[in-house]
């Protein structure tokens, strides 16, 4: 059994199947068709199954698949250790990073780090909050930055800041509206939010019913782009974390006003796998990440956030 065997396995199942890890890879397909068969012999099994629909993989595969991933990660770990004792960094960290936190945080994140070890190269897994924790529950990422992580298995959290949901809605007045609004008052205003798979969504149908209210979403988008145009275009309002919109506060497009009667905030965290340790490179770029966080909050750009001693969470991350 070869390293290059458990490496092009490994790319098929995390690709979804022989074309994308192809591309990946930069190897041509019928090279891993033939590293895949010539693993399947050795272990006397079938480990994939191609069909019209794409790329499957069998129980034992999948098997295979946790003990190849473990082999493979406990590899990169031994080499940053030694690269670490000559003082050189290198190497690739995944980091769970949901859009509503990406606009904000992605460039900073990327140039910290290349600044200060240019061996390490950031690789962000950037979806929905949801999309984030799954990929942190398989392993998929070293690390994320989550503000849900209070449902999610298997999965050590280290709560960073507190983070207030703001109204947003388009500026109408040539001065902005910063006075804060009561949460009962948005029963009355048509709005633009995602599904109820979203965190923020859920919490705050919550907190109305909580207070005998109910939402007017009058249109349901799960692309944050969609949402922040139609926001600044006026077709409706949205509930969301100030990073999410905070550039179009700041470009004069949008007001912002915190929410309270309840207020409405939560718990951003930090959070990493209970199986899968951090290298020596993922341990350094977790730290320019807390440092990243704290500083936004210290110089004002996450507008009402509060560092946070770490404390315990409810289910909700909140």
Same mark, same amino acid.
């Given at each position: 059994?070869? &390293?290059?065997?458990?490496?092009?396995?490994?790319?098929?199942?995390?690709? #979804?199947?022989?074309?994308?890890?192809?591309?990946?890879?930069?190897?041509?397909?019928?090279?891993? *068709?033939?590293?895949?068969?010539?693993?399947?012999?050795?272990?006397?099994?079938?480990?994939?199954?191609?069909?019209? *629909?794409?790329?499957?993989?069998?129980?034992?595969?999948?098997?295979?698949?946790?003990?190849? !991933?473990?082999?493979?990660?406990?590899?990169?770990?031994?080499?940053?250790?030694?690269?670490?004792?000559?003082?050189?960094?290198?190497?690739?960290?995944?980091?769970?990073?949901?859009?509503?936190?990406?606009?904000?945080?992605?460039?900073?994140?990327?140039?910290?780090?290349? =600044?200060?070890?240019?061996?390490?190269?950031?690789?962000?897994?950037?979806?929905?909050?949801?999309?984030?924790?799954?990929? @942190?529950?398989?392993?998929?990422?070293?690390?994320?930055? &989550?503000?849900?992580?209070?449902?999610?298995?298997?999965?050590?959290?280290?709560?960073?800041?507190?983070?207030? @949901?703001?109204?947003?809605?388009?500026?109408?007045?040539?001065?902005?509206?910063?006075?804060?609004?009561?949460?009962?008052? &948005?029963?009355?205003?048509?709005?633009?939010?995602?599904?109820?798979?979203?965190?923020?969504? !859920?919490?705050?149908?919550?907190?109305?019913? $909580?207070?005998? #209210? =109910?939402?007017?979403?009058?249109?349901?988008?799960?692309?944050?782009?969609?949402?922040?145009?139609?926001?600044?275009?006026?077709?409706?309002?949205?509930?969301?974390?100030?990073?999410?919109?905070?550039?179009?506060?700041?470009?004069?497009?949008?007001?912002?006003?915190?929410?309270?009667?309840?207020?409405?905030? !939560?718990?951003?965290?930090?959070?990493?796998?209970?199986?899968?340790?951090?290298?020596? *490179?993922?341990?350094?770029?977790?730290?320019?990440?807390? $440092?990243?966080?704290?500083?936004?909050?210290?110089?004002?750009?996450?507008?009402? #956030?509060?560092?946070?001693?770490? !404390?315990?969470?409810?289910?909700?991350?909140?």
């Amino acid at each position: 059994m070869k &390293l290059i065997q458990l490496q092009y396995f490994c790319s098929i199942v995390d690709q #979804g199947g022989f074309i994308a890890a192809s591309r990946d890879l930069n190897v041509a397909q019928p090279a891993l *068709s033939r590293q895949v068969s010539d693993l399947e012999n050795e272990l006397c099994c079938q480990l994939l199954v191609r069909g019209p *629909s794409g790329t499957s993989v069998t129980d034992a595969g999948q098997k295979f698949y946790n003990h190849a !991933r473990e082999i493979l990660e406990k590899i990169d770990t031994a080499r940053s250790d030694m690269q670490l004792k000559s003082e050189l960094l290198t190497g690739d960290v995944i980091i769970a990073l949901p859009v509503g936190l990406a606009a904000q945080l992605a460039a900073l994140i990327v140039q910290q780090v290349a =600044r200060q070890y240019p061996g390490i190269s950031v690789k962000l897994e950037d979806g929905l909050g949801y999309q984030a924790g799954q990929s @942190l529950e398989a392993g998929k990422a070293d690390f994320g930055i &989550l503000a849900n992580v209070g449902n999610l298995q298997n999965v050590t959290f280290d709560p960073v800041l507190e983070e207030n @949901l703001f109204f947003f809605k388009k500026r109408e007045e040539h001065e902005p509206v910063t006075t804060d609004i009561d949460l009962i008052d &948005l029963q009355a205003v048509p709005l633009v939010m995602p599904n109820r798979k979203v965190h923020v969504r !859920r919490n705050l149908e919550n907190m109305m019913i $909580k207070i005998g #209210g =109910r939402l007017n979403i009058c249109y349901e988008q799960q692309s944050l782009l969609t949402i922040r145009s139609m926001v600044k275009a006026g077709i409706g309002a949205t509930v969301m974390n100030w990073p999410s919109m905070s550039d179009l506060w700041f470009s004069g497009d949008v007001d912002a006003r915190r929410i309270c009667k309840p207020s409405l905030s !939560r718990t951003v965290c930090l959070a990493v796998p209970n199986f899968r340790q951090l290298s020596n *490179s993922a341990q350094v770029t977790y730290e320019i990440v807390r $440092k990243i966080l704290a500083s936004e909050v210290a110089n004002g750009n996450w507008k009402s #956030g509060k560092i946070l001693e770490n !404390r315990a969470m409810n289910a909700d991350g909140f």
